[in-house]
């Protein structure tokens, strides 16, 4: 088969940024590792049987060129949603105040979120012991998992303490600004929740709207014995940028997990979810919603590893695409044969507004285990026209009515505790809404 043309490009970055690449972060065999992983992999193409609906067509018309170590420092400003930390174009970590920080600790020292060179430097042990653990398992399955570790200069690590429990949802903000166009952007987050643990997280993630970007960002996600997580993300991508989202979580005993993301629109945009529970009594709670318009394009990979007995894991995802939108979602959840007990739940629900809009949808079990309960369920149609009906004689207009039944599919993934944040997620909502339904 002939060679992606971005593979050759990213090998000749490789020679040209390798050096800089150690002296930010080393990582030595890593590297090297995932090189030789990539250049026989190869960048993603649609005939892999886990991209063929994911359609990426333009990522090659750009001469990529690495962020920030051709260019120094970026200039950065203080974003304006208030948080407990900025992470300013995959490089610069600012604390609520906007000053810049190697390291930013909250709620009195238990929760500790630093850069990965900081954190390499300071406790390297752990650093190791978790770094590239998760990702390194998928740097077979194929060449996007490598392309991260080779070029991923910089990072943040998020740690939470043993036993404690946060008096609030702490926000963290990422965002792409004053980067040129044309620019790759890896970036990685190592979460850390430790042993008893409970915490709650509010992530926004941004760009520029006019800017093109190839932003590649990969998430690992250790939670001990009885941590309990909740992560929620809003992503808002220019409809010019490529995001290939990552989100690898490994669960240990009686921890719980809870995780939602509402993605408002992109060029392309692929968010990929494997979950390991490998301990008995874990529960695992993964969401998704999206809303795509114009030409833009959004997909969702969800991996669900049931390793162990005595385990529970739920997932719901639902998509909106009107104009020529692009949606899909494929869900795999393998029961390994000692996997007894299991509890597993798949639905993907979606709504198409217009003719020339599409979602593809793919549930898919695996079970090797006998004494289980699974199910899935995969629906794509048009809003009700009963539903309509009604409203339409109770006097709603027809575009009301439409963003009234619209929101309340919508807003019904949106899982999250905190009710002005909620709120806040469901404006976004609306307005993407008011912009699908013109």
Known sequence: MKEHKLTSHFLQLWEQYAQQLEEQLPLGTLRQTAMERFRQQGFPHKKLEKWRFSNWMGIDNHEWTLNGLDTGTSTYQKPGHPADAYFINGEILLDGEGQSREMVQLEGGAVRIAT????RAHWPEKFFTHFNHLNGQKESLYGIFPLNTMFVARGLWIEVAEEVELSRPLTIVYDVQAVPDGRFLPMRSLWIAGRGSKAEFLLYERNEPTKHHFIHHVHEIYMAENAEVQRATLQKYSGK??????????????????????????AALRNELHALLQEPGVHTNLSGLYLVGSTEKVENQVFVDHAVPDCESFENFVGIAGGTGRGAFTGHILVRKDAQKTQAYQSSRNVVLDDSAWIRTLPFLEIYADDVKCSHGATVGKLDEDIMFYLRSRGVPDREARKMLLTAFAAETVEVDAEEVRNEFIAEIQRKLDELLC
């Open 116 to 119: 990965l060179s900081y954190a």
């Open 241 to 266: 940028s490529f995001i290939f989202s990552a989100e690898l979580s490994a669960q240990l005993a009686e921890s719980q997990y809870r995780r939602h993301t509402s993605t408002i629109g992109s």
